[in-house]
């Protein structure tokens, strides 16, 4: 971000007199006291702790100025800037950064696969523009405005990721964006426990369009009936993605492997390739395909970028362990939807060993948590992944489902056993063997991760 003084006290309204201070260049923006960097704003915001109680900290480390809300009194001979509420500051000058360069913006949301499609669209459209794309997870009120001051000022296209847990949310975020371009890419059941059902999944993720413009395009998936109803009436471009003929953007599996996939796209004259596994992130990569395609990318230009394709850490990475054998780690979130695709992909990978998988809890799944838990079983057979390893409270209906077919190769710890869940599996991995890995955030299975490729 580069902005001057004067120029964000006037974006964000600030309180206090400003002009007392000769104008100045301020170039970035942070809220994280421990990174600022010479010439940034630095923005307390509340938290575990106030952020405000840092004000010294960044000034040592070299904050050139920093918004300020609390009661306390704000430092002499700093220059700050008033306001009633922090966030709401940062969300505001984010509003006039996007505005001031005004590149295209591409909003991506969904229940699973929202950060490997903000990839795949990312590497499509840099084949032809300058391109910025959300960093890690900040795709919440805070991170979302964070990663837009953070955009260099050469940036054409800008892909942003929209998260969410409670309805409400991704129409704040949509608002504040006013996205060109949205895609949903699949309803799940993560955050069911918040919103009750999948149609009110549905509901708080066609909130994108609240803010998507006029003469905006929509990507949906076409196999999706709850998403039917409320894309009718639309004003906007509305294209559907994914394996019928009724698709704009029909997809066809040609050949898997380990590491790649290869596919067709309908009105395409070769085969396209990932170099991820996996059914369902073709659909995933058919959103890119058809954002590729509305801003005006060549089929050899969305190829490349797709081959070119670099997937953000924990999202389907393919990692050794430290024996030789394979590990399929998807640890970062997980819902019995995306656990169940992630499943039937690896359950028909060839490999000389035997195939393992580690799964644990899916979290915010609210009342059905154990019978969606269960559901998983159906992809779980010991012809195929002849060993499996529970972990989490919710997964124990999991585990009593599956014990009478699987006898004494499956098992299940509780979550503060994670070390003898390490042990086991260190025990029974051989170097020809792969195995998956799949779970929420909050189960920790990057430990595991970890643990396996550090075997000692």
Not at 282 to 287: F, P
Not at 297 to 312: H, K, N, P, Y
Not at 409 to 414: A, K, S
């Amino acid at each position: 971000m580069k902005l001057s003084f004067w120029e964000i006290a006037q974006a964000v309204q600030a309180e206090n007199d400003w002009k007392q201070w000769e104008d100045f260049s301020v170039t970035g923006v942070e809220f994280d006291s421990r990174i600022i960097k010479t010439g940034n704003l630095f923005v307390p915001l509340a938290g575990n702790a106030d952020g405000h109680q840092f004000i010294n900290k960044a000034q040592e480390n070299g904050a050139a100025a920093a918004f300020w809300s609390s009661k306390e009194e704000a430092p002499n001979a700093f220059p700050i800037l008033k306001v009633a509420d922090t966030l709401a500051a940062m969300q505001k000058l984010s509003v006039y950064y996007l505005k001031k360069l005004s590149p295209s913006v591409i909003g991506i949301t969904g229940s699973n696969g929202k950060t490997t499609t903000k990839d795949m669209v990312e590497a499509v459209l840099s084949q032809k523009f300058n391109t910025y794309k959300t960093q890690g997870n900040y795709n919440n009120d805070i991170g979302l405005p964070y990663t837009i001051l953070h955009m260099p000022d050469e940036t054409e296209k800008l892909i942003l990721e929209m998260g969410m847990d409670h309805a409400g949310e991704i129409s704040f975020l949509s608002t504040l964006a006013q996205p060109d371009v949205a895609a949903i890419t699949m309803i799940g059941e993560a955050h069911i426990e918040y919103l009750g059902s999948r149609q009110g999944i549905a509901a708080a993720k066609m909130e994108i369009v609240d803010g998507l413009k006029a003469s905006g395009l929509l990507l949906v998936p076409n196999e999706e009936p709850l998403l039917q109803p409320l894309i009718s009436g639309l004003s906007q471009t509305v294209e559907t993605f994914g394996w019928e003929a009724a698709a704009t953007y029909q997809g066809a599996v040609r050949e898997s492997g380990k590491e790649y996939t290869d596919f067709t796209v309908s009105g395409f004259s070769e085969d396209l390739r990932i170099p991820v596994p996996g059914s369902y992130n073709v659909t995933n990569a058919l959103i890119a395909v058809g954002i590729g395609r509305w801003f005006g990318l060549s089929e050899e230009e969305i190829r490349q970028g797709l081959a070119d394709l670099i997937v953000t850490k924990n999202r389907t990475e393919w990692l050794k362990a430290a024996n030789g054998a394979d590990i399929l780690s998807d640890v970062y979130n997980a819902n019995p939807t995306a656990m169940k695709l992630v499943l039937d992909n690896f359950r028909t990978m060839p490999t000389n060993g035997k195939r393992l998988a580690v799964l644990g809890d899916m979290l915010e799944l609210g009342p059905e948590s154990k019978t969606m838990h269960c559901s998983v079983g159906e992809y779980l057979k010991p012809q195929e992944i002849a060993e499996v390893f529970l972990y989490g409270e919710e997964m124990q209906s999991l585990y009593e489902k599956l014990q009478a077919a699987y006898g004494e190769h499956i098992y299940h710890y509780e979550k503060e056993q994670k070390n003898n869940l390490i042990q086991a599996l260190q025990a029974v991995l051989e170097p020809q063997d792969m195995v998956v890995l799949k779970g929420s955030n909050g189960m920790g299975l990057a430990e595991v991760v970890a643990a396996l490729q550090n075997e000692s």
